[in-house]
């Protein structure tokens, strides 16, 4: 469960922001960005006030789950600072550096220019008061992992996995990363993704196409929660591409997933 973090009086980063999630997964491809998308409008759809930061900064996917690509957030001055507006969509504020580079440039970036660009989207951005900021993060341990939580007090962290084993292994090294000396920040919980397949005709069956209960039992291994299990849906995917986030959809195995998830989480 998520415990207000505490905010430092003299220098305040996020002043207005009560808890910062960063969402991370050890492995490219498991679903990080589709769970933080749809964790996001589940959280909104609680009636919680929800910012999203896209900080996979070598692979923005935010903007398309949002269908808002070409959005382009406007700077206003504030106390004679330049201060960048989020992008608000489905009740959600998001940035991305996708709003402001050309995602093919930025997969180019020095580790340095990544971390300043990071650095500039959180001390920055006018979030206003939000109950939760989620934080998107690049796959792996890297450099930009350290600089959030150098930069951000963060509440704690989501781990996305798949039940693959591969999946798994840079699972456990993702969390031992937030629960080491170096970052030590609080890990909420696992969530396994894509955890099995039900084909429409077949409802009763599951196919655990990368194995059974990984995470599951990953989580009881490591003593950190199961916040949830996400199977594989077709319209999952569809909602990512299309920029309508599945969990918008309404009492669906899928958005009661989500929601169930959100809960989970808060
Ligand atoms: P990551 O952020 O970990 O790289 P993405 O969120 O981009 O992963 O997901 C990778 C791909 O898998 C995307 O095409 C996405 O639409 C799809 N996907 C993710 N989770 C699911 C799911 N539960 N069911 C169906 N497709 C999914």
């Known amino acids: 469960k998520v415990k207000p973090r505490e905010v430092n009086e003299q220098a305040p980063v996020l002043p207005g922001v ?29 009636g919680y006030r929800v910012g999203l930061l896209d900080a996979d900064i070598f692979g923005p ?106 999946a798994l292994a840079d699972a456990r090294k993702g969390i031992s990363m937030f629960t080491g000396k170096q970052i030590n920040v609080p890990v909420l919980g696992l969530v396994e993704n894509m955890a099995w397949f039900t084909p429409k005709e077949l409802s009763e069956n599951r196919y655990y196409i990368f194995g059974k209960d990984g995470c599951k039992k990953l989580a009881e291994t490591l003593n950190v929660p199961l916040l949830g299990q996400i199977p594989i849906v077709q319209g999952i995917r569809e909602g990512g591409d299309e920029g309508v986030p599945a969990a918008m959809e309404d009492s669906t195995m899928t958005s009661v997933a989500f929601a169930k998830l959100a809960e989970a989480v808060v």
């Open 18 to 46: 009560e808890s910062v999630i960063a969402i991370a997964s050890g492995k490219g491809g498991v679903g990080k960005s589709t769970v933080s998308s749809n964790l996001a409008v589940s959280l909104t759809r609680l």
């Open 61 to 166: 996917s935010i903007p398309k789950m949002f269908a808002t690509e070409d959005a382009r957030p406007m700077v206003q001055k504030v106390e004679g600072k330049d201060r960048i507006v989020p992008v608000e969509k489905y009740g959600v504020k998001l940035l991305s550096i996708g709003y402001f580079v050309n995602p093919d440039d930025a997969l180019v970036w020095r580790g340095a220019m990544a971390t300043n660009a990071l650095k500039q989207l959180i001390n920055d951005a006018l979030w206003g008061e939000l109950d939760y900021l989620l934080i998107d993060l690049p796959p792996g341990t890297s450099d930009i992992h350290l600089t959030l939580v150098q930069t951000v007090p963060l509440t704690g962290a989501v781990v996305v996995s798949t039940p693959q084993e591969v």
